[in-house]
């Protein structure tokens, strides 16, 4: 593979690092605060539903701009964001519906991000496919490794060095990031891709917004791929962010003990992808994917009547199925996508599948307000079974394909 390639790998594995950290630094922070459960879930809901904006905001900047520098420009914003929490920390000014904002922003930008860095993949890998999936295997070993470590590290850092170092930690991930980007990545000539002449002259710009959308929607594996994606997004994402810290709490423990339980989760999430990397060619993606559900959904069923020992390895478990189903639906999207109009078919994957995001959360949220961690765990395991039924969706082979 390229020197690029190598430069963006890289970028995003400090990025995820960063972010890992960041995920329990900052429910830690709030919930150190005495912001309850029901406020905290509130907060992430916007965090997640603010990423929708994104399908509707980015599209001009991943049509026009160099993918590249979106991707830099996104670093440098998201930096801003972490630092900016820390001067609001250190002022005094800190405050739920603040941190719901930075957050909600920081959402948007992310969203372009894994936008830009997914649709950039294709274009520096050329037609070789097999590279491909190597690569987006290799982005989910990262995000998984980022799960398994960075929560830990995290828990370390807060408990000996305080919130604010953990956050300057991320900020400083995305600074280095963005000059991997500008040093390693060669600028295309030109900075944007023309848009496809039926569009250029006789597309509605509205219309343009909701291409990537209409894409995903007229093609049967990019609608299931995202169906999927997102309701597990809709679970996971309330699991580790909101869940887990707030039982933590409850019991007692410290956030070193969130870092435990969050890497649980890494350790099945890392472990998985190695496995899609170098095994993933080889099984069929549709049974893999239904199998992967049907485990995750079992393990959070049995997740409240287990010791805590026996919930550290439901949590591998739960981790594993998503760790190998991140890369594959990345790149059953990217294979079944037009070259022309993957940018805007990503962008919209990504604002999809967290548009039910804020749903888990309040929902989890008002259980766990009540002081009833089983019924929330359940809760949870009831809506991950609707990825395992859209998962088992009969699938028609276009006719196009056939040929």
């Known amino acids: 593979m390229k020197t690029s390639i190598y430069a963006l790998l890289s970028a995003q594995l400090l990025s995820i690092l960063g972010s890992a950290v960041a995920a329990?630094?900052?429910?830690?922070?709030?919930?150190?605060?005495?912001?309850?459960?029901?406020?905290?879930?509130?907060?992430?809901?916007?965090?997640?539903?603010?990423?929708?904006?994104?399908?509707?905001?980015g599209t001009p900047f991943l049509d026009r701009f160099e993918k590249r520098r979106t991707y830099i420009a996104c670093d440098v914003l998201l930096a801003t964001a972490s630092f900016g929490l820390i001067a609001l920390y250190l002022s005094h000014a800190l405050h739920p519906a603040t941190v719901a904002a930075i957050l909600a922003c920081s959402a948007i930008i992310s969203s372009l991000s894994s936008a830009a860095g997914s649709a950039m993949?294709?274009?520096?890998?050329?037609?070789?496919?097999?590279?491909?999936?190597?690569?987006?295997g290799l982005?989910?070993?990262?995000?998984?490794?980022?799960?398994?470590?960075?929560?830990?590290?995290?828990?370390?850092?807060?408990?000996t060095l305080g919130n604010v170092t953990a956050l300057a930690i991320d900020g400083a991930t995305f600074v280095i990031s963005g000059l991997l980007l500008w040093w390693f990545l060669p600028q295309r000539k030109g900075a944007a891709l023309p848009a496809p002449a039926s569009e250029a002259t006789e597309e509605p710009a509205k219309a343009a917004y909701l291409a990537g959308l209409l894409a995903i929607v007229h093609d049967p594996m990019l609608r299931r791929v995202t169906l999927v994606s997102g309701v597990v997004n809709m679970v996971i994402?309330?699991?580790?962010?909101?869940?887990?810290?707030?039982?933590?709490?409850?019991?007692?423990?410290?956030?070193?003990?969130?870092?435990?339980?969050?890497?649980?989760?890494?350790?099945?999430?890392?472990?998985?992808?190695?496995?899609?990397?170098?095994?993933?060619?080889?099984?069929?993606?549709l049974p893999s994917l239904a199998a992967s559900m049907l485990l995750a959904v079992l393990?959070?069923?049995?997740?409240?009547?287990?010791?805590?020992?026996?919930?550290?390895?439901?949590?591998?478990?739960?981790?594993?199925?998503?760790?190998?189903?991140?890369?594959?639906?990345?790149?059953?999207?990217?294979?079944?996508?037009?070259?022309?109009?993957?940018?805007?078919?990503?962008?919209?994957?990504?604002?999809?599948?967290?548009?039910?995001?804020?749903?888990?959360?309040?929902?989890?949220?008002?259980?766990l307000g009540q002081g009833n961690s089983q019924a929330a765990a359940l809760t949870l395991a009831g809506l991950l079974s609707l990825a395992l039924l859209?998962?088992?969706?009969?699938?028609?082979?276009?006719k196009e394909a056939m040929r």
């Open 121 to 136: 993949i294709p274009e520096l890998l050329a037609e070789d496919e097999s590279a491909n999936q190597r690569v987006n």
């Open 299 to 367: 393990s959070l069923a049995l997740l409240p009547f287990v010791p805590q020992l026996g919930a550290c390895g439901l949590l591998c478990v739960i981790g594993a199925a998503v760790g190998y189903t991140g890369p594959l639906e990345q790149t059953l999207m990217q294979n079944h996508s037009p070259a022309n109009q993957i940018g805007r078919i990503m962008l919209a994957y990504s604002a999809c599948r967290t548009v039910s995001v804020p749903v888990g959360f309040l929902v989890v949220g008002e259980v």
């Open 237 to 285: 994402s309330p699991l580790l962010v909101l869940f887990l810290p707030v039982m933590v709490k409850q019991s007692g423990g410290s956030a070193l003990g969130v870092g435990v339980l969050f890497s649980c989760f890494g350790v099945g999430a890392f472990l998985a992808s190695l496995l899609y990397t170098w095994r993933g060619a080889k099984l069929a993606p």
């Open 390 to 398: 859209a998962s088992m969706m009969p699938y028609a082979v276009p």
């Open 139 to 159: 982005i989910g070993t990262f995000h998984n490794f980022g799960d398994l470590a960075g929560p830990l590290l995290g828990g370390v850092i807060i408990a």
């Open 24 to 57: 329990v630094a900052i429910p830690w922070l709030l919930l150190t605060a005495e912001v309850g459960p029901q406020k905290l879930a509130w907060v992430f809901a916007v965090q997640s539903g603010a990423a929708v904006l994104a399908a509707l905001i």
